[in-house]
């Protein structure tokens, strides 16, 4: 949860700095709006695409991927899941929980104000909208399709003011706000969320102004520096007295028309985006496999060396110093790779691995092979409880090595959950010992496998 949440941050902040550095000094408002609206709800998906043909890792020749298993926990779970939902639960969970009530609950009262503004104001309809007098106050505000004005503000020249709060009427700038509430409630702890509803609150005040007021810009500046005015702040509404955006607002409204061949401003999404997926579809344990190809690299080199100097005259000591200059070339230890425990490629393996015991069925080879290795899973797998708790399943990949002399040695593995990984990685260790593969010269050849192994609750 927590990787994903940082996820989630890091692209809402890129998002950000493109927009404050490129786009927002813009008059491109509609387009602006969009951007603002879509990049935050993009960040919340991106973390879940996985494109593979984005994935830095290519399959190695090394290593043989095995056909998956499916691992069905038993019917009798469902009591076990009632029972043991609430200690799944750590403190971090609770914290997040609490602080979204609080935030409902401020989101509440804040629609509490606005229904108490709307009953002790004095109605009045017109076509498309609906204007809410309140007595003695200064008030002006916009929520949906009803206009909420102080008394004091109609004794004045107010017309430049309800044409303002009309284009919010108009265009559903409310639809935005409620958005980043609900955001603000789920993700209280983010503060870009914070950020964003700022920026779209002055966007909606630019597009306001660029609609109320196609000329006289400066009698329209004048009225808003005419007055200052005492107001409560709310985030859930469209204000037209908003004190920290009147300077922002006469700025625009003097800055002239952005030329259209800015809005190619708008492709740098692309490159982003691509470089968020292409990051989201790495593999997690990608240094690790980084480090197996060096390995098995270095396999390949000293195999390569043994070769050339086998049918030598060379002396033992002179091997082994042999050895030692290929490898310290790659500065890992000749001694992490016994002598004749080289891997081969899974098709230059002459007779494949297999279990002491033969198939009742029949089956012989590297098919009886597979139907063991599925019958041991089978047999052996416990669905961790912190798994059914949490109601997590997936697919776990295990890279494990049958070595030379049968025993199994696991290099890594990827999961969406440690508790899954940890059962599958109990599962393969617990294998019996096997007769190794053999290679074109019969001896005993080491062999990787990668094996996929579901976990699936019902």
Not at 61 to 89: C, G, H, K, R
Not at 227 to 232: L, N, V
Not at 343 to 348: D, G, I, T
Request: with cysteine; aromatic share 12%; net charge neutral.
């Amino acid at each position: 949860m927590f990787s994903y949440i940082i996820q989630c941050m890091v692209f809402q902040l890129l998002f950000l700095v493109v927009y404050d550095v490129f786009l927002k000094k813009e008059t491109f408002f509609n387009w602006n709006r969009a951007y603002l609206l879509i990049t935050p709800l993009v960040s919340l998906v991106l973390p879940f695409v996985k494109l593979q043909s984005l994935r830095t890792t290519a399959p190695d020749d090394l290593v043989f991927l095995l056909s998956e298993v499916t691992l069905v926990a038993d019917s009798n779970i469902a009591p076990q899941m009632q029972t043991s939902i609430w200690e799944s639960i750590n403190i971090w969970h609770w914290i997040l929980l609490l602080g979204s009530c609080i935030s409902f609950c401020w989101f509440v009262y804040k629609c509490y104000q606005i229904i108490r503004f709307r009953q002790k104001g004095a109605h009045r309809y017109f076509q498309g909208y609906l204007q809410v007098e309140i007595p003695n106050n200064e008030v002006v505000f916009t929520f949906f399709n009803t206009i909420y004005i102080g008394s004091r503000i109609l004794e004045r020249k107010h017309d430049h003011i309800l044409n303002h709060e009309l284009v919010h009427v108009q265009q559903r700038h409310s639809l935005d706000l409620l958005l980043f509430e609900f955001l603000r409630v789920v993700f209280w702890f983010n503060p870009l969320v914070y950020v964003y509803q700022s920026r779209i609150t002055e966007l909606h005040e630019f597009i306001a102004d660029s609609k109320a007021v196609k000329t006289q810009k400066k009698e329209y500046c004048q009225l808003l520096l005419q007055d200052t005015f005492k107001t409560d702040q709310l985030s859930l509404t469209n204000q037209f007295f908003n004190h920290s955006l009147i300077k922002k607002r006469i700025v625009m409204l003097q800055k002239s028309t952005s030329k259209k061949v800015w809005q190619l401003k708008y492709l740098l999404l692309i490159p982003m985006i691509t470089i968020m997926l292409f990051y989201t579809s790495c593999e997690a344990d990608q240094q690790s496999e980084f480090d197996q190809s060096r390995i098995s690299s270095l396999e390949d080199q000293v195999s390569e060396l043994e070769a050339t100097i086998a049918g030598e005259e060379v002396s033992p000591e002179l091997q082994r110093r042999l050895l030692n200059v290929a490898a310290n070339a790659n500065n890992i230890n000749l001694d992490d790779f016994p002598k004749k425990n080289l891997e081969l490629p899974f098709a230059n393996v002459s007779i494949k691995p297999s279990f002491k015991s033969q198939c009742a069925d029949g089956a012989t080879g590297f098919e009886c092979f597979k139907v063991k290795l599925d019958q041991h899973v089978l047999k052996t797998f416990k669905y961790p409880k912190q798994a059914i708790a949490q109601k997590v399943e997936g697919r776990v990949y295990v890279n494990f090595r049958i070595n030379t002399d049968g025993t199994i040695t696991i290099l890594d593995s990827r999961a969406p959950d440690p508790s899954l990984d940890a059962e599958a990685r109990r599962i393969i260790e617990m294998l019996p010992r096997l007769n190794p593969g053999l290679g074109p010269d019969g001896q005993p050849v080491s062999v990787t496998f990668a094996y996929p192994i579901v976990f699936k609750l019902s």
